[in-house]
């Protein structure tokens, strides 16, 4: 049975219930804003539940549960990328998935992946030293880092940057870092149904993050999220800003077919230079999400028991 997610039509209801935001990212990752600044944005827009699905890392959690107290649920999550280039799909971008209520059994997929990170990271500056002559160390860029437990590609951008090697962190990374770039790097990454698998195995709900960055051909779409719901994928993130209603119908109809959970996520950075004007927490842009209904966390957090 199809959920809609519609938003009351009662004004008065409507401005005392909560919005949900199950995708916003902080400093822990790749965010610009501090975990504090991004739940005083959430609570001036009335959010109510609120995840933040940091890349490869669960470090955030705590921290934002202690900072919201009883104002904001905060639902445990992290974001992990993975390989489709065994799908003929784009592949200078990978398929992004969202892991809710996560077990701790994860942990042991997180510490070998940052494992491989630091190695690529080493591996890039190799390159930067030898083929663009620009000298910068692993030290360097963990100092410079955002987080430094999570030394990211970009914490290299904003070193590039920072030590006068570049004009802006987004420069660098378009020009050293991107794929097919000067100083690219490929990581080893699980497949969509591997990291599916996985998580089926250790515990946890996972959810396609910004189905709509894929690029996939409509025709094929049904094939894709079929094969990845037979494996045992819980949702997929219709509820987007990006989405128009056009889209959000066509992916409730393949998560109709698929018993699939249609999730809401701003996919929230703060970062002005790669987000469009506008885009606010719980809102979306131009209030084009405020979705209020929590049979989506309900739902999540019940697969992820029975996982």
């Known amino acids: 049975m199809r959920i809609y997610y519609k938003k009351t039509s009662n004004i008065k209801e409507e401005k005392n219930m909560k919005t949900i935001d199950?995708?916003?990212?902080?400093?822990?990752s790749d965010g610009k804003k501090s975990i504090e600044e991004i739940i005083g944005i959430a609570l001036k827009n009335n959010v109510g539940y609120l995840a933040f699905a940091e890349h490869y890392n669960l470090a955030s959690y705590n921290v934002a549960r202690r900072l919201a107290g009883d104002k904001i649920e905060i639902i445990p999550a992290i974001e992990i990328g993975t390989d489709i280039s065994g799908y003929g799909l784009n592949k200078n971008h990978s398929c992004h998935m969202i892991v809710y209520y996560p077990s701790q059994k994860i942990c042991i997929m997180l510490d070998e992946y940052e494992e491989n990170r630091e190695k690529s990271i080493k591996k890039i500056l190799e390159l930067l030293n030898r083929g663009q002559k620009i000298s910068i160390t692993y030290s360097q860029v963990k100092d410079l880092a955002r987080n430094k437990e999570h030394v990211t590609r970009f914490d290299v951008a904003i070193a590039l940057y920072k030590l006068g090697f570049s004009s802006d962190p987004i420069t660098a990374y378009g020009e050293y870092l991107d794929f097919n770039?000067?100083?690219?790097?490929?990581?080893?990454?699980?497949?969509?149904?591997?990291?599916?698998?996985?998580?089926?195995?250790?515990?946890?709900?996972?959810?396609?993050?910004?189905?709509?960055?894929?690029r996939i051909a409509k025709s094929s779409?049904?094939?894709?999220?079929?094969?990845l719901a037979e494996a045992g994928l819980d949702g997929i993130e219709v509820y987007t800003p990006y989405n128009d209603e056009e889209r959000r119908e066509e992916y409730l109809k393949i998560c109709d077919k698929?018993?699939?959970?249609?999730?809401?996520?701003?996919?929230?950075?703060g970062i002005l230079t790669r987000e469009p004007k506008g885009l606010e927490i719980g809102k979306g842009i131009g209030n084009n999400l405020n979705i209020t209904d929590t049979n989506i966390i309900e739902n999540l957090k019940n697969r992820a028991k029975k996982n």
């Open 221 to 227: 779409e049904e094939g894709f999220f079929g094969s």
């Open 22 to 28: 199950l995708h916003v990212h902080s400093l822990f």
């Open 258 to 269: 698929f018993d699939l959970i249609p999730t809401v996520g701003t996919d929230y950075h």
């Open 181 to 214: 770039s000067k100083c690219y790097v490929s990581r080893h990454k699980k497949t969509p149904i591997e990291l599916v698998k996985y998580v089926k195995s250790v515990g946890g709900s996972i959810v396609v993050a910004h189905p709509k960055s894929l």
